[in-house]
Structures are given as structure tokens and as C-alpha cells.
């Protein structure tokens, strides 16, 4: 990233963090070896991957190494969670999903190919706040619900969904449920006991991690069918495991433990400043998402009037995101803006900011001010 260029596009991905990258380098150029080898090299190998399950298992509150299956990111695993359970329950009549309009794409896109497949899929509604009532949830369990996948955290409005509470309830129903917290892990202190959840999904490049390697937490007992025949990741992948990656995602979850109670307040009163100074200098400018339940590096804003993708090419300086997952003021606007109430104009008016452990208040002062300034001389859209 250019010295000259504040970034604020945290949670699209994070730097690597110095001490993740020396963690994982060795196993790049030195230690190399196959852990599935039979040589010296090689069980040294296996045995560095299964010190990384256990940070990881020990970082998610789980109770066993075979809990933890390392993946390729996010998108695998949340694939793996939905098709893989959705398609090894044994009754022929456990054929629906229940999920939320406000998911990641790949959790969208694996629901609608199992829609496809015959599979009934409920997506309950949120609020104008982008938060499930968890009485929703209840109301749409049936006989047929195999699984409910409701995200911890939203990527693009930073709210948190009470999990825990959504868990008390399909515990009742005898309904497996997973949780997106790929977002969620960075900023929130995941304990998958305490949650209750049955399937939990991370992803190492938005802790300061490397992208390509991410992992699903599978509660012991939980029926999961492999989307494709292998021996790897106990028999749920196939493929030589990522050494250096398991490696990588261990070592930030390791840094994630110690630094976490320190860097979420710090971060929080960042996001607070930007958001008054921005507010200030835009009176007609709203913020999108819970007040009180938010991740403390999201602020997603609206700023009725502009057009974000232009707004965005005007500030070269700046690498921050626009609400709208989208290339260009023509494509559709962000599924989670429209999911929350927002009408199109105000979705293609949204730009997201998101902060992490390099900023500083340098930053934020700066990019209020050129945020501020160049709203105020861009002519509106259209």
C-alpha cells in the first residue's frame, strides 16, 4: 500500500501482520516438507500442523483437534457447512435452510444452488438496524429444518446478531446451526460453546492473516457429507494441506488473544471520532447499522446525493469501499442496504469505512476532511 494512500478498507482485507509473516516463512523455505511424508522433514512438518489446530481450537473455545478443518477461506467453509450438512442428513423429509437476507455471498449463492436442488429455503427478515429476532428464527423452524446459518457479524453494516439466543433456540428444535464470523473474529471474543453453535466459519485475511486459508469449526457428532472425495482435514477435504497458511492463521489468532482487550476500544473510539466528524461536516449524511451492537471498525454511511463509486474515484487517497457491492453507479445495489429498508438511491449513495490495528488519528482527521471537501464540490449524480 502507497505511503501516500490512508487506508480504511479493513474488513474488504487486512495487511499481514510482521509477526504472522515470520511465523509462516519457514514453512515456505526451510521447513517445506509434506506433513503426510513418512521422513524426519515431513513429521516435522505434521507435527508443527497439529501445534496450529490446537491454537486454533483452543483460540474458538473448542474441546477437540478433529473439530477444526482448515480451508481454503471463508467461502469453502461456509460451502462446506451448508452443502455438507444440508446433504448428509439421513431423512429424506430434512430439506429446508433457513437464513438471512443480510449473508455473505457465499452463503447466498450455496443456498440458492441447494434451492435449485429441490431444498426449501426461509430467509428470515432483519430490521432497519440489519439484526434478526431470533423469535423470527423460531417461528421458521419446521419439522423439515435441517440447518440455520445466520451470520455473526455483517461485512458490510458491521451489526451483530445474537447468536447465542438463536442457539437456545435451535438446540430446542434439534436444528443445526452455523455461524459466517469470518468478520466477527477480529473484534469479538468467540467462544463456540458459549455461542452454542454447531458450525462456526473464519478466515485468516481479515485478522492479519494471508488470504487462501481459512477454517470451519464442525462440532463433534455433527453429520457433514465432504464436497469432494479425499483423505485430508479427517477425510473432509482432499488436496495437500496449506502448511504455511495453518501456520499463519494460528499465529494471528495467537496475536488476536493477547492484543484483542486493547485494540477494540482503541479502534471503537476511532470509529466514534470519524463518524462525528464526518456527521458534522455532513449534516444530511445518516449511519447504517445497530448503534449498539456494531463492530467497533464498521461505519457504513450514507450520504444522500452522491454517487459512492464516484465519490470513491474522486478520492485516490483514500481506499475505502462503497456500501453497494457493485463496479459502477449502474450495477445493483447492495443486497444489505435494500435488506434494511434503504431505497436504491441511498444504497448507491453508501460508502463503507472500516479501521483496524494501522490506523491512526492522523487518518481519520484526514480522510473526514477530504470526504467532507469533495462531497462538497462534486456535483450530484445524474
Excluded at 327 to 348: E, F, Q
Amino acid at each position: 500500500m502507497s505511503h501516500n494512500v490512508v487506508y480504511l478498507d479493513y474488513q474488504a482485507t487486512t495487511p499481514v501482520d510482521q509477526r504472522v509473516l515470520d511465523a509462516m516463512l519457514p514453512f515456505l523455505t526451510q521447513q517445506y516438507a509434506n506433513p503426510s511424508s513418512p521422513h524426519q522433514p515431513g513429521r516435522r512438518a505434521a507435527s508443527a500442523l497439529r501445534a496450529a489446530r490446537r491454537q486454533v481450537k483452543t483460540s474458538l473455545g473448542a474441546e477437540h483437534d478433529t473439530e477444526i478443518v482448515f480451508t481454503s477461506g471463508a467461502t469453502e467453509a461456509n460451502h462446506l457447512a451448508i452443502l455438507g450438512t444440508a446433504t448428509a442428513n439421513p431423512r429424506p423429509d430434512a430439506d429446508h435452510i433457513i437464513t438471512t437476507p443480510i449473508e455473505h455471498q457465499s452463503v447466498l449463492a450455496t443456498c440458492d444452488h441447494l434451492s435449485r436442488a429441490g431444498y426449501s429455503v426461509t430467509t428470515v427478515p432483519v430490521d432497519h438496524h440489519g439484526r434478526v429476532n431470533p423469535a423470527d428464527v423460531a417461528v421458521a423452524i419446521t419439522p423439515h429444518t435441517v440447518l440455520v446459518s445466520v451470520m455473526y457479524a455483517n461485512n458490510e453494516i458491521g451489526t451483530i446478531q445474537p447468536i447465542a439466543d438463536i442457539a437456545a433456540i435451535t438446540r430446542r428444535h434439534n436444528v443445526l446451526l452455523h455461524t459466517d464470523a469470518a468478520q466477527a473474529i477480529g473484534a469479538l471474543d468467540i467462544d463456540v460453546n458459549r455461542l452454542g453453535v454447531d458450525l462456526l466459519t473464519i478466515s485468516a485475511h481479515k485478522i492479519y492473516g494471508p488470504k487462501g486459508i481459512g477454517a470451519l469449526y464442525i462440532r463433534r457428532g455433527t453429520p457433514l457429507r465432504p464436497q469432494y472425495a479425499g483423505s485430508q482435514e479427517h477425510g473432509f477435504r482432499a488436496g495437500t494441506i496449506n502448511l504455511p497458511g495453518t501456520i499463519a492463521l494460528a499465529e494471528a489468532l495467537r496475536i488476536l488473544a493477547t492484543e484483542r482487550e486493547h485494540e477494540t476500544p482503541r479502534i471503537a473510539q476511532l470509529r466514534d471520532s470519524l463518524a462525528d466528524r464526518l456527521l458534522a461536516a455532513l449534516p444530511h449524511a445518516h449511519i447504517n447499522g445497530s448503534p449498539e451492537h456494531r463492530l467497533p471498525g464498521n461505519l457504513s454511511l450514507t450520504i444522500p446525493g452522491i454517487d459512492a463509486a464516484d465519490l470513491i474515484d474522486a478520492l485516490p487517497d483514500l481506499a475505502i469501499s462503497n456500501g453497494s457491492a457493485c463496479a459502477s453507479g449502474h450495477a445493483k445495489p447492495s443486497h444489505v442496504l435494500t435488506a434494511i429498508g434503504l431505497p436504491d438511491s441511498d444504497a448507491r449513495a453508501t460508502i463503507r469505512l472500516s479501521l483496524g490495528r494501522e490506523t491512526r488519528e492522523s487518518d481519520i482527521e484526514h480522510a473526514a476532511h477530504r470526504i467532507g471537501s469533495s462531497v462538497a464540490t462534486t456535483p450530484p449524480p445524474g
